[in-house]
């Protein structure tokens, strides 16, 4: 014979409901906790070595901030022999296509772009992405220009970027990125003096 659903049975068994899974999510993150933070650790880091000359310190363990029109951006200093050799700049826009996008520029000590590296983005696959330089060549036009003499804006817009076909929004998006922190760059060199 069935048990008749009372109240009291519903509300008891939704709280057992609840207590087992939180227990299970808990645990699931405790166990997830260290991986995922040693993943993104490594990722920060590969993307750091990727967009910076070569260099003989760490800089994640003297990275600082740097507040620059009301966001707080990270710099990693890298340095070879005790000098300075570049600034690998952690910098993001919220106006991609898909929303946030996040780089590293790496500048060499004179302020030229060394290279870029995307860490995150959520843009159109087959579009947007190519901004990836796994996807396109578009990114590797910043390589070795100063922005004090290259105009960080599309073509369209009268700069000097060759936007990405299909992709105009995620191309000025990029440019915005490079730009920020190349005002961070600006920033930091302006503070040494």
């Avoid at 939704?14 to 993150?29: D, E, G, N, Q, W």
């Avoid at 166990?31 to 590969?46: F, G, H």
């Avoid at 952690?90 to 520029?105: D, P, Y």
């Avoid at 060759?162 to 191309?171: F, G, K, L, P």
Wanted: charged share 25%; proline share 3%.
């Amino acid at each position: 014979m069935a048990k008749e659903s009372s109240f009291k049975n519903m509300v008891l068994t939704l709280t057992i409901v609840c207590l087992v899974t939180s227990a299970f999510l808990a645990v699931a993150y405790s166990v997830t906790k260290d991986p995922i933070e040693a993943a993104n650790k490594a990722k920060i880091n590969n993307a750091i070595a990727g967009v910076l000359p070569e260099f003989d310190n760490n800089p994640s363990d003297d990275v600082f901030m740097v507040e620059s029109e009301g966001k707080q951006i990270k710099v990693y200093p890298a340095s070879k022999d005790g000098k300075t050799v570049g600034y690998a700049v952690e910098s993001f826009t919220n106006k991609g296509f898909g929303g946030t996008i996040v780089l590293m520029v790496g500048f060499e000590a004179d302020g030229k772009i060394f290279n870029t590296s995307v860490i995150s983005h959520a843009e159109t696959p087959g579009l947007g992405d190519k901004m990836q330089q796994s996807k396109s060549d578009f990114s590797l036009q910043f390589n070795g220009k100063n922005p004090a003499d290259f105009n960080l804006s599309v073509k369209k817009d009268g700069g000097d970027v060759d936007a990405i076909t299909a992709s105009t929004i995620t191309s000025r998006a990029f440019c915005d990125a490079v730009a920020t922190a190349y005002k961070v760059f600006e920033k930091i060199k302006e503070d040494k003096k």
